[in-house]
């Protein structure tokens, strides 16, 4: 048994991480819904799993792969960066990664 103090030391706040984390990212991965409890309420947001981490992927970013699967179908990998802070200050960049062919 632990006490209020050590927990609290202890304790670290539920994190989801951002896809823009990741090194690279396959377009065959699994995407998951979740939801969660915000200040206006409950919100959903999408996940990709990786080494039983969950990264939020957010909807820009699909938005900007749509775009580039017309152009380019046969898209393996990307990365995403991020760049600025807060919900209206932050901007997404997605990078098709280049694959050799098979």
Do not use: C
């Not at 179908?73 to 062919?101: D, H, M």
């Amino acid at each position: 048994m632990t006490s209020i103090k050590e927990d609290a030391q202890a304790y670290e706040p539920k994190h989801t991480k951002n896809i823009s984390e990741l090194e690279k990212i396959d377009v065959n991965m699994d995407i998951e819904d979740r939801e969660g409890n915000g200040k206006d309420g409950v919100f959903k947001y999408k996940v990709v799993v990786v080494d039983d981490e969950e990264y939020r992927v957010p909807g820009v970013v699909l938005g900007d792969l749509k775009a580039i699967f017309e152009q380019k179908p046969e898209l393996k990998q990307f990365k995403v960066t991020r760049t600025g802070e807060g919900k209206a200050g932050t901007r997404y960049t997605v990078i098709p990664l280049w694959s050799p062919p098979s």
